[in-house]
């Protein structure tokens, strides 16, 4: 996470994408892709110590944000011991893989959650980077990851999926129902309220926040999020999961029981409502296009914005506590 900023670089823009005649999701590029924009700059003295609200470890400012700081971990006893490549990356150009999806795997709105997914499911996707099925145009973030996985050798990729596959995956979202939220901005690329406490209707959106965002800047692994969703997309998303649609097939068909998994369908419990609308958009405009996401993109092409947003609603909020809000 400390070189997010490089990473990610920006996002999409409406005037930059190159829709397909038949996505219907191009809405959700609106509000679902991070972005760093530029702002004055933050002074700090490298030696300035940097504490999070419930770490009793500290950091010089250097130590997180310098160009050789690597992934930050303010609770090394939650996790197994980080593999080079987690925590540092190995070869001049890669970077850690924990820098981004973080140490325990939980990661962020902008980056997938790696926690808990099977090892035969991550290698996978590496195998679609590297053959251009994935990642080949856009987002930056994907295009990003292709050429990351072209960097990393075998023997590292394979230590870090078996550490990732490793752990049990601890959802740190809690999704609001809520016709008000607030107004927000992209900072540190996450959305970020606005000073003054403005509020505005939330429409067709998923509005995901740090709950404590000074210990999000400073890559507090803890921190969590909530996501505001329309009233309604917890039952409407249900209703997608368990029964269907039309034509589209109920979620938990490939994606198991309380979309838990199932084969080589990954886990959506309690991940990053933003994450998977973001991923729908990908497979209904045909740039995730390994052979197993076939079936998936033929679902997501035939859902509507709606559709898209509560069935994602619906999967994080099965991690943990969802409540409806004024």
């Known amino acids: ?28 590029v609106q509000w679902a892709y991070p972005q760093a924009p530029p702002g004055k700059p933050t002074h700090h003295s490298p030696d300035e110590i940097i504490r999070v609200s419930d770490s009793r470890r500290t950091f010089r400012y250097k130590d997180l944000f310098g160009a050789d700081s690597g992934a930050t971990d303010w609770f090394p006893d939650s996790h197994p011991p980080l593999p080079r490549i987690v925590a540092h990356g190995t070869v001049p150009g890669a970077e850690s893989c924990g820098g981004c999806h973080t140490v325990n795997g939980e990661g962020l709105p902008a980056t997938a959650a790696l926690a808990g997914l099977s090892r035969a499911y991550m290698l996978e996707q590496i195998d679609a980077f590297r ?101 309604g997309s917890i039952r409407r998303g249900a209703r997608l999961a368990n029964i269907g649609s039309g034509s589209v097939l109920a979620c938990a068909s490939c994606h198991g029981d309380r979309l838990q ?43 509507t914005p709606k559709e898209a947003i509560s069935a994602a609603a619906y999967a994080a909020s099965l991690g943990g506590e969802a409540r409806a809000e004024k």
Not at 187 to 194: E, I, N, P, S
Not at 283 to 298: I, V
């Open 261 to 303: 998994g199932l084969g080589t369908a990954p886990p959506l419990a309690g991940r990053s409502p933003t994450y998977i609308a973001r991923e729908l958009l990908l497979f209904a405009s045909g740039q995730r296009d390994s052979p197993n996401a076939a079936p998936m993109r033929h679902e997501a092409e035939q859902l």
């Open 1 to 28: 996470m400390p070189h997010i900023a490089a990473l990610l670089l920006v996002a999409w823009a409406c005037a930059c994408t190159a829709a397909s005649s038949h996505d219907n999701l191009q809405s959700i």
């Open 131 to 231: 053959r251009g099925l994935r990642g080949a145009h856009e987002p930056e973030s994907a295009t990003f990851m292709a050429k990351e996985v072209k960097l990393v050798g075998n023997h590292d990729i394979a230590q870090a999926v078996d550490y990732f596959a490793s752990l049990t995956f601890k959802p740190n979202v809690r999704v609001a129902e809520t016709a008000w939220v607030p107004r927000t901005h992209w900072r540190y690329y996450v959305l970020g309220a606005d000073a003054g406490g403005h509020r505005e209707p939330i429409g067709q959106r998923i509005i995901e926040m740090p709950v404590h965002p000074a210990d999000y800047e400073h890559y507090d692994t803890h921190a969590g999020f909530i996501a505001y969703v329309p009233p």
